[in-house]
């Protein structure tokens, strides 16, 4: 494990940039400090290959429209999401896999309006909701809300996402599914995420892990499978594992995903674990504590190949 205070001394020795995007570039609202720029150097500057991998449960076609909202150039070379993997597992087996009980972010934008909506799950699928003894499966892409047919006036309001609290309507999800041996997809794996103003929320990845703890059938779609690593060395029409880095903020899913791939990653520490790490960002050059760095590598058994501070130059 190598520290640096920057990106700038990796760009010879790799060809393959594989950027995880919410923790490293921007929270979801703004970009972070010197990640435009940075990520604008690798493209542009230096001609670098690069492909987002998030665990978003959005289609890959909402990566661009996000990040260049947010001021990143959009000349990287595609994205891999769990969104759009739920989506083409779902879409080849669309006879068996019809019916679903949902749990969501927005029922309203996903479902109702799925045809006028090319990043939702839904659009292009013939995906009904239905109640639990109905459906085929559970399907969590969000943490928001419980739903069990199409209509606004049915949804379940939830408030894991904010809290990170069972509810009876979490219980009896998880609980009907189990009686009935349903398998749940899981298109976000994250556990949590930090939003601007380092707000924590709770993720539907917790829901999938309460599922399998009590026995239930999981299926995840993102990070850290190592299927996800290789759909992006597959869209970069790479095959050379040695000029490949991951650069992500999280030891679960971005350093342990790579660990699984056997590629080289490089850990952003001031993302999702900058709290625990004690990561100074400000003004100056940034700070990082070694001894915080090696009890968390101790803790996960696995150490990245380099540490950064940010996604910056």
């Known amino acids: 494990m190598k520290l640096l205070k920057g990106l700038a001394p990796l760009v010879e020795r790799y060809d393959l940039f594989i950027i995880d995007q919410y923790g490293v570039l921007h929270n979801g609202t703004v970009a972070h400090p010197g990640a435009v720029d940075a990520f604008r150097r690798l493209l542009l500057e230096h001609g670098k290959t690069v492909v987002i991998l998030s665990n978003t449960s959005r289609r890959a076609c909402a990566v661009p429209k ?3 909202s947010l001021g990143f150039t959009d000349a990287f070379h595609g994205a891999v999401t ?19 009980a949902l749990m969501t972010t927005n029922m309203q934008n996903n479902v109702v309006n799925r045809m006028t909506n090319p990043e939702s799950m839904f659009h292009g699928l013939e995906l009904e909701v239905v109640p639990i003894d109905q459906a085929d499966f559970l399907l969590v892409e969000g943490s928001l809300q419980i739903c069990y047919s199409d209509k606004p006036s049915e949804i379940i309001a939830i408030d894991f996402h904010t809290t990170g609290q069972m509810n009876d309507h979490i219980e009896a999800f998880i609980a009907r599914g189990l009686e009935r041996q349903l398998p749940l997809l899981c298109t976000n794996p994250d556990l949590v995420s ?10 539907g990845g917790k829901i999938a892990e309460m599922y399998a703890a009590r026995g239930g059938q999981v299926l995840y779609f993102g990070k850290p499978l190592r299927e996800h690593f290789e759909a992006c060395m ?19 899913h971005d350093i342990q995903g790579a660990v699984n ?10 993302g999702i674990h900058g709290e625990e790490l004690a ?12 001894s915080h760095l ?20």
Do not use: N
């Open 234 to 252: 597959s869209l970069a029409q790479t095959t050379d594992r040695s000029r490949v880095v991951h650069i992500g903020d999280s030891m679960h």
């Open 82 to 100: 769990g969104g759009e993997a739920a989506w083409k597992y779902l879409k080849e087996r669309h006879e068996t896999m019809a019916k679903c």
């Open 66 to 68: 996000l990040l260049t």
């Open 279 to 290: 990561v100074k960002l400000g003004p100056g050059e940034p700070e990082m504590d070694a």
């Open 294 to 313: 090696t009890a968390i590598f101790t803790r996960y058994g696995i150490e990245p190949t380099y540490v950064v501070p940010g996604f910056r130059w």
């Open 194 to 203: 930090i939003q601007q103003g380092g707000k924590t929320v709770h993720m």
């Open 261 to 270: 791939t056997e590629i080289d990653s490089v850990f952003i520490a001031g």
